[in-house]
């Protein structure tokens, strides 16, 4: 029963993990102050947002460490690496110290690293500590890492409502501390265990339990964070948001209390097995059920499965790939350009919203803008678990569901350059950000499934290289626009219209290149 409990108190912890060191997302809150500072164009400031995507180059590297050292170990070496990147460029904000730019570059791309390596680490612990429910507990842990912003948000206007380099000291000091309190549940996690029916169904009951939490957590932060402009208003309502983060923290309890009753109440009643006969019915259809699918996942080469795909594509869903196999999958690159085209986009357009806030006129309104992409993409990644809930009848593959996240997304850029108005940036925003984080959560289980769970570490870790090119991409190209157009006579409103064409453009051609491939990777038969 303890085992059975850890689980669950590691499964907040990564929850925890993830809402705490998405600290990307909150480069627009102190990206003006940080250019101001170094005296550098918009096109170099692009460079730095784009260093700390280019950081996720390197998140292979965690994924390779997790075969031969502790957890525990990679997860304290990206706090430190955290820490040293961002407390170092909150010394430059705060001009106690001089570093050339190239330095800062060097920083930031550190930085990144220290995401996706926190990021892996929170995989692998839902992955080790789930496995019937592996889909669903990813979904759910991805998911905070949209609140991030909204809660450095929160946490920066509690302490300093003014300042915009205690975001640099937050990011530093934050993943660092809840480093600290997962270290003893990681040690203590519990070995594999064979799970019982029983036990399958009563986590499928807590995950419901834990999603709809989730749901309150992020409509209490989308509603309410717009009232925390004054100190002792914000103070007031991460109070709140901190009740909530540790409310799930209620579950082991639940869990012990549940045994006990099992154990000594139903024997004071005497209750005996031929009671639940009806239960013990329904376990044994759903035992046959398993029974009849491991039969048919084990047929030789003359079975089901033996022309589902052809040379240098997916045997069987789920078949382990090391990295020599996996780049010689024309799935894998299917996938590779689908991701290229569906979730990079979104993380662009994150890192450029204080300087499109700015040219719109709306620079004021920043905090609340970041917060609603932040809440959105939170949503979008919590419904990335809608499939995993729906009835069989309703079937759709994984993939299917990802294709479907990208459409919000040309439609919301086009939606800007037909109107630059703060409702139609808001719009934008709240539909970019839930695309984006639907394709981004769900891409991690679908990596998975495709190409097995024990090697994901290293596997989305490749995946994911994809992300500093399109950010280098999308992002320069936008900045170019900016940058040329700055010095002229036309006015602000203009130039993001410039470069919002530009880049819907852009997507709106990678649209439906992606939309084919998607379907692609879809249809086995393709």
């Not at 430059?92 to 570059?105: A, C, E, G, K, R």
């Not at 009848?393 to 850029?413: D, E, H, N, Q, Y």
């Not at 981004?440 to 090119?469: Q, R, Y």
Request: with cysteine.
């Amino acid at each position: 029963m303890e085992a059975e409990s850890m689980k669950w108190v590691i499964m907040v912890g990564a929850t925890w993990l993830q809402a705490l060191t998405g600290t990307n997302f909150d480069f627009s809150s102190y990206s003006s102050t940080l250019k101001s500072v170094l005296g550098i164009s918009q096109l170099q400031l692009n460079y730095l947002s784009t260093a700390s995507d280019l950081g996720k180059a390197f998140g292979w590297c965690s994924g390779l460490c997790l075969m031969y050292f502790p957890l525990c170990s990679v997860m304290f070496f990206s706090a430190f690496i955290g820490f040293f990147a961002y407390g170092l460029q909150f010394l430059v904000i705060q001009q106690f110290i001089s570093l050339p730019y190239f330095m800062v570059f060097f920083l930031c791309l550190l930085a990144g690293c220290s995401i996706c390596w926190f990021n892996t680490v929170s995989y692998m612990l839902c992955i080790r500590n789930f496995t019937t429910n592996r889909p669903i507990a990813l979904s759910l842990t991805v998911s905070f890492n949209g609140l991030s912003a909204a809660l450095y948000t929160l946490i920066a206007n509690a302490i300093n409502h003014d300042s915009a380099t205690v975001y640099l000291s937050l990011n530093a000091l934050l993943p660092l501390f809840i480093s600290s309190l997962l270290l003893i549940p990681i040690l203590r996690q519990p070995p594999l265990q064979n799970i019982s029916i029983d036990a399958i169904r009563w986590d499928y009951f807590i995950f419901i339990v834990l999603n709809v939490l989730a749901v309150v957590t992020g409509l209490y932060l989308l509603l309410l964070n717009s009232l925390s402009s004054t100190t002792s208003a914000a103070r007031i309502l991460l109070a709140g948001a901190i009740v909530l983060l540790i409310l799930p923290l209620c579950l082991p309890g639940i869990l012990y209390a549940r045994e006990w009753a099992r154990q000594n109440v139903y024997k004071i009643l005497h209750i005996d097995g031929s009671s639940f006969s009806a239960l013990e019915t329904d376990d044994l259809d759903l035992q046959k059920e398993l029974n009849g699918i491991k039969h048919c996942s084990g047929r030789d080469k003359n079975g089901f499965f033996s022309k589902v795909t052809e040379k240098d594509r997916l045997t069987i869903l789920g078949e382990e790939h090391s990295v020599w196999l996996l780049v010689r999958r024309w799935d894998f690159w299917l996938y590779y350009v689908a991701y290229f085209c569906g979730g990079t986009i979104g993380l662009v357009y994150s890192n450029n919203l204080g300087q499109i806030a700015e040219s719109l006129g709306f620079y004021s309104q920043l905090s609340s803008i970041i917060t609603l992409y932040s809440s959105c993409s939170f949503f979008g990644r919590l419904l990335a678990a809608a499939p995993d809930f729906l009835p069989d009848k309703v079937s759709l593959a994984r993939t299917g569901w990802f294709a479907l996240a990208l459409v919000p997304t040309p439609i919301a850029f086009f939606l800007l350059v037909a109107s630059p108005s703060e409702a139609a940036l808001r719009a934008g925003t709240a539909m970019i950000g839930l695309s984006s984080g639907f394709v981004i959560s769900t891409a991690v289980s679908i990596t998975s499934e495709l190409f097995g769970a024990n090697n994901v570490g290293v596997n989305h870790n490749i995946l994911i290289t994809n992300i500093p090119i399109g950010s280098l991409l999308f992002g320069l190209l936008a900045a170019v626009v900016y940058d040329n157009n700055a010095p002229s006579n036309v006015t602000e409103e203009s130039l993001l219209r410039e470069s919002t064409v530009c880049m819907a453009m852009l997507r709106a051609r990678k649209f439906n290149i992606c939309d084919h491939l998607a379907s692609a990777i879809t249809d086995p038969t393709f």
